[in-house]
């Protein structure tokens, strides 16, 4: 079973990736995915009351809808007497990383079908992962998954983790002008750009996004055709936002009432607003918010939290467009659980049960001018899910899903059977050439064809590095970086060397037996393995100031402890490696500069 995705990918990839996987996409015939589903208490999302009504689904699409309908030759029937037919509900802002639970892609699916949602916004992939990631989820049975850009300062909200390939970092008109244009040629679905760095009052601020830069963002990117989704929490860059005409707000503003000014320019502009209560609930969608109640820390996201509701009504009433998002994937917003729970919130905060799953359907699929879905009507996607009760009267009922269809295909009910790739937890791992780099290409792409980028200590006080390939002698290229330090204790500058196109697939290593490379340098260098699911292995790399060929077999790599988390050190197997990072530290004298070159990269 497979989901309908909206922009083409080049065929080649496609069925390079699907064959090296051993995944193959379940394909079938159009009559074997016709449907007429009878007897259904219907609401469409139109603003219509709900009504009694028989769909028929052809080749992926809502063919009629009628009371008195007739089944085509080799059409399935189900009988949906005393059941309730919605069109698939929408999660505008999830985070599909692998430092959350689940890890991994199709699992990550499998959950947001189970709960109904059937069109998703992944706002953590990097450009170079949205080929092989869009390859991956058409052969499995997945929402539609539409990837957001990221933009931010320097040293902004979301660039404080994330390297410039995944968030490209903006701090003038002109800059964000280029960046979009650069982002454009990977055909993402829209733009997130970081442009608020107040941290909801319980961190120092970052550095936020001036009103002209993120001015001629938004006007590059809507000349590209693609909308403009912010991340804002404070109302007076709501206000910034708005008057220079963002699609949406991608968070609650949370610092105080939304006020008659933000009001007018959100309408003014047609800006959206997705609140994204589920990551804020003081407890937080699965309850992990309990053990930290009666602290500081606590009240004050209890305050912001009141602030974020009041302000839902507030925008609501006023005739702002209400869409659906939660952060799925941070801490305590799991995901297709949290899309359900922020629909519950929508109701806590003053909308009825109608408004709500309105907010969650056509509303959220206006919010990303997908014009195909978001109601049932005749040629719309098939996108729908079957419920017992009635969620426009107890929005509860939203829990009670009983079939899912995506694009006319069932993918959640009795006897739905999903593709092999549905329970598998990476794809197949890639057989690849010995040859990783050797800098000679002039694209800043390794000699596997996948995109090099830098590594750093993350934070406000950061590490800045410059990368470059530079002539060696006697011939040749190689690749330089100089860095100077932070002043944190656990301060590096490291080249990322993925193995695979956007390290979405793994690589298999088990016909060689370690890393050789050219080397020299004044720092203290090592090489990092990293894996699935955030899996890492490293060793020590000796270099001077002299050039020197170094081996590094793969039994002296020693598994090192998970990003932010306790659990067992991870063992070498070989077959699940995404990237190779080379990595320098100094003397831990705060702002010590460093430097190292690296050529030949290659396995042995």
């Excluded at 208490?41 to 008195?68: C, H, K, N």
């Excluded at 974020?308 to 659906?324: E, F, M, Q, S």
């Excluded at 060793?539 to 659990?567: C, D, S």
Aim: charged share 20%; proline share 5%.
């Amino acid at each position: 079973m497979t989901a309908t995705v909206s922009r083409a990918r080049p065929l080649a990839l496609l069925t390079a990736l699907l064959l090296a996987s051993g995944q193959a996409c379940v394909v079938a015939s159009a009559a074997d995915n016709d449907v007429l589903i009878r007897n259904a208490m219907v609401f469409d999302a139109t603003g219509r009351a709900p009504y009694a009504a028989s769909v028929l689904v052809q080749d992926g699409r809502i063919a009629a809808i009628s009371t008195d309908l007739k089944a085509p030759a080799h059409t399935r029937q189900v009988d949906a007497r005393g059941q309730a037919l919605l069109p698939g509900l929408f999660d505008l802002h999830t985070h599909w990383t692998p430092n959350a639970e689940p890890a991994t892609l199709p699992q990550i699916a499998n959950r947001y079908l189970a709960a109904g949602v059937t069109t998703v916004s992944d706002f953590h992939q990097p450009p170079e992962a949205y080929a092989p990631r869009r390859a991956w989820l058409q052969s499995i049975a997945a929402p539609d998954v539409k990837f957001a850009a990221r933009m931010s300062t320097p040293l902004g909200h979301g660039a404080d983790w994330g390297d410039e390939n995944t968030t490209r970092w903006v701090n003038s008109p002109e800059a964000a002008t280029a960046a979009v244009k650069q982002v454009a040629a990977y055909k993402p679905d829209f733009i997130k750009a970081f442009t608020d760095g107040w941290r909801y009052s319980n961190a120092a601020d970052n550095s936020s996004m001036d009103e002209e830069t993120l001015a001629a963002l938004v006007e590059e990117a809507h000349r590209q055709q693609l909308r403009v989704f912010t991340h804002t929490v404070m109302v007076k860059r709501g206000k910034t936002a708005a008057r220079v005409g963002v699609d949406a707000l991608a968070h609650s503003v949370q610092d105080g009432p939304a006020d008659a000014e933000l009001i007018a320019l959100m309408k003014q502009h047609g800006t959206r607003y997705s609140p994204s209560l589920a990551v804020y609930l003081p407890e937080r969608v699965d309850g992990s918010g309990k053990a930290r109640a009666g602290t500081e820390a606590y009240r004050q996201r209890e305050a912001n939290f009141a602030n974020a509701l009041r302000n839902v009504k507030t925008l609501h009433d006023a005739g702002i467009p209400i869409v659906l998002g939660t952060d799925a994937g941070m801490t305590g917003t799991p995901h297709g659980a949290s899309t359900l729970r922020e629909l519950e919130l929508f109701v806590q905060a003053g909308l009825t049960p109608t408004e709500a799953l309105l907010a969650g359907t056509r509303a959220s699929a206006e919010a990303l001018a997908l014009d195909d879905r978001g109601s049932i009507e005749v040629g719309k996607r098939a996108d729908l899910l079957l419920v017992t009760g009635k969620p426009w009267e107890r929005i509860g009922d939203i829990r009670n899903t009983q079939q899912v269809y995506v694009a006319g295909r069932q993918v959640v009910g009795k006897g739905v059977q999903l593709p092999a790739g549905n329970r598998a937890a990476s794809l197949p791992p890639l057989r690849i050439g010995a040859l990783v780099d050797d800098f000679e290409r002039a694209d800043q792409r390794t000699a596997l064809d996948t995109l090099r980028n830098d590594d750093a200590d993350g934070g406000n006080d950061r590490t800045v590095q410059v990368t470059d390939v530079i002539d060696r002698d006697g011939g040749g290229k190689a690749l330089s970086m100089q860095a100077r330090l932070s002043s944190k204790d656990d301060a590096y500058a490291g080249v990322i060397l993925p193995l695979t196109r956007g390290s979405v697939a793994p690589a298999d290593l088990r016909g060689w037996k370690g890393v050789r490379v050219d080397v020299r340098g004044d720092a203290t260098l090592r090489l990092e393995a990293r894996g699935l699911q955030g899996r890492r292995w490293a060793a020590p790399v000796t270099a001077n100031g002299r050039w020197q060929t170094v081996e590094i077999p793969f039994h002296a790599l020693q598994g090192q402890p998970p990003y932010r988390a306790k659990g067992p050190l991870p063992t070498w197997r070989g077959d699940d490696v995404q990237q190779l990072v080379f990595t320098g530290t100094g003397t831990g004298d705060a702002g010590a500069k460093i430097w190292f070159e690296i050529d030949n990269v290659r396995f042995y």
